[in-house]
């Protein structure tokens, strides 16, 4: 007899506890136990164009150009330059749609960031939130620069052995 009367209590319980949870949750209350009900995660929209193009590379951006050349250590054009180069070089530092037609991650981010790190001496995670960058991303930036480092140093060694030959012939 008392084992029914128990059963019938723990029924009652069972039955009443997530009733009440739904009425809290609808409420605006909050249940005894938040790990019972599923999170809610919400979707981050992502101003990629933000850093590069209205702080650096707009048409009229927030940042002056020589507060460019003492950000990066290169002007402006010789920024341009690199970014030719690299594109040209390197599919990684191209513009284009992914699997998914998205836009692929800015070039300016990518290259933006990796000059900053290698500038700079510091760690990826000093700039990946600002340029919005996931931080693979970012240090693949950084490798494929280091990388590629040489193609940009080609047209400077071929001006200096120009310079050379023109000082021996004189």
């Not at 723990?10 to 005894?32: N, Y």
């Not at 702080?55 to 970014?83: A, E, T």
């Not at 000093?126 to 590629?148: C, E, M, P």
Request: proline share 4%; with cysteine.
């Amino acid at each position: 007899m008392e084992e029914e009367g128990e059963e019938n209590r723990l029924a009652s319980a069972l039955e009443v506890i997530p009733r009440t949870m739904v009425e809290l949750r609808k409420r605006g209350g909050s249940p005894v136990d938040d790990s019972l009900l599923p999170v809610k995660r919400r979707l981050i929209f992502w101003d990629h164009q933000r850093a590069e193009h209205d702080d650096y590379l707009g048409p009229s951006p927030r940042f002056s150009l020589d507060d460019f050349k003492r950000m990066f250590r290169v002007s402006r054009v010789m920024y341009n330059d690199i970014r030719n180069i690299l594109s040209a070089a390197e599919p990684f530092f191209r513009d284009g749609f992914d699997v998914m037609k998205k836009k692929k991650i800015s070039v300016d981010a990518k290259i933006m960031i990796a000059i900053k790190v290698l500038v700079y001496g510091s760690c990826v995670n000093s700039f990946h939130d600002y340029y919005q960058l996931g931080q693979t991303t970012a240090l693949l930036s950084v490798q494929l620069f280091a990388i590629n480092s040489y193609i940009l140093c080609l047209p400077l060694m071929q001006s200096m052995l120009k310079l050379c030959i023109f000082i021996s012939m004189v």
